[in-house]
């Protein structure tokens, strides 16, 4: 406990002296080295939990892995799951297989064996990949809401509206804008100059904890940071609550209470999966600077948490879900 004490006093300390350093390096414009690799710092208050947090982040990556990948060996192999709905929610679980594989074993080798550091370029690639994934799954779940819309508030176009062509069209947008949409950042990330302290007190590398870091302006890349995810949630969040608005007032007009209910329930496991994906978002993105505990607590929600819930959200309240569960089972054990 006490040399976790002096670690935690030594880098406030280091970064405290090392800030009007730094800013005289960006005022002047000097050339100094350039950061080779950064260090994990992760969870600021409970470094001295190193174990449980080992064991509490690996039942969460395995829980992650087989439920996710539960869920999309079903929606692939059952032809009954051949359907636009399922096939969004096949690609939510690839997404959510992502999430956990890009962040979550690096937390495991700092947890168990103090594999805290991650090289310049590793720590940029992973900043990439989690920031395109973030814009990816705020257009899926645009395009889940839409798909919910056309089903309940059309029911009779929905055939010839999401068409195998157009869903798989959607989903090929969403995956190239996703991608697509982070690159601006991680090309302008390659101009920043890192000269210390290299410490991320988060458990990933992101864009802002990384700009925090930064030696030279960086003006540009918040702006176009900041930009991309406005534009993006605003756009995404925008639409969804649009749909489900319309798809309250179609549902209301139903006379029969059992005919609500159904209704209900065919979005009900969609709306859920976007309360707890865009509420934390939304908070990390409006709030004031706030100290780094809070900042990866709220992180943990949709990077972690989320991932983890989906499959229990789509199993457990999915009568299509779970019958193709148990057929799958009773095949497994018949054989």
């Known amino acids: 406990m006490r040399d976790q004490s002096c670690l935690t006093n030594l880098i406030s300390f280091y970064e405290e002296v090392d800030e009007d350093y730094r800013q005289a390096v ?3 414009n000097l050339t100094i080295t350039r950061v080779t690799e950064f260090i994990i710092f992760g969870f600021p208050s409970l470094q001295q939990y190193q174990l449980l947090l080992f064991c509490v982040f690996l039942l969460i990556y395995l829980f992650t892995i087989a439920g996710n990948g539960s869920i999309f060996s079903l929606v692939v192999l059952d ?3 051949h359907t636009p709905m399922y096939f969004f929610v096949g690609n939510l679980s690839v997404l959510d297989l992502s999430y956990a594989t890009v962040t979550i074993p690096k937390m495991l080798a700092k947890f168990s064996m103090n594999l805290d550091t991650i090289s310049y370029m590793a720590c940029l690639v992973q900043m990439y990949i989690f ?3 973030i814009i990816t799954e705020c257009l899926l779940l645009t395009v889940m809401a839409y798909d919910r819309f056309v089903a309940i508030c059309s029911p009779l176009h929905y055939p010839t509206i999401m068409t195998k062509r157009r869903y798989l069209l959607l989903m090929a947008l969403v995956w190239s804008i996703g ?3 982070a690159v601006t950042t991680f090309i302008l990330a390659f ?3 890192f000269c210390g302290p290299n410490i991320i007190h988060h458990y990933y590398c ?3 904890p990384l700009l925090q870091l930064a030696c030279s302006d960086i003006s540009v890349n918040i702006a176009v940071g900041s930009t991309i995810a406005a534009v993006t949630l605003l756009i995404s969040l925008t639409l969804v609550v649009v749909s489900y608005i319309k798809i309250i007032l179609a549902i209301l007009k139903i006379n029969s209470r059992e005919g609500r209910m159904k209704m209900f329930s065919t979005c009900a496991s969609h709306f859920t999966v976007v309360s707890i994906f865009y509420l934390p978002l939304t908070v990390i993105y409006i709030q004031p600077k706030a100290s780094s505990d809070v900042d ?3 992180a943990l929600l949709y990077t972690v948490l989320t991932p983890m819930m989906n499959p229990v959200i789509y199993s457990l309240r999915n009568k299509d879900i779970i019958e193709a ?5 009773h095949l497994v054990i018949k054989e």
């Open 26 to 28: 960006v005022s002047s």
């Open 79 to 81: 032809r009954r799951l």
């Open 131 to 133: 920031e395109s994934l």
């Open 179 to 181: 991608f697509a949409g």
């Open 191 to 193: 101009k920043i100059h």
């Open 206 to 208: 992101d864009h802002p």
């Open 296 to 298: 990866s607590l709220v």
């Open 325 to 329: 569960f148990k057929k799958k089972i």
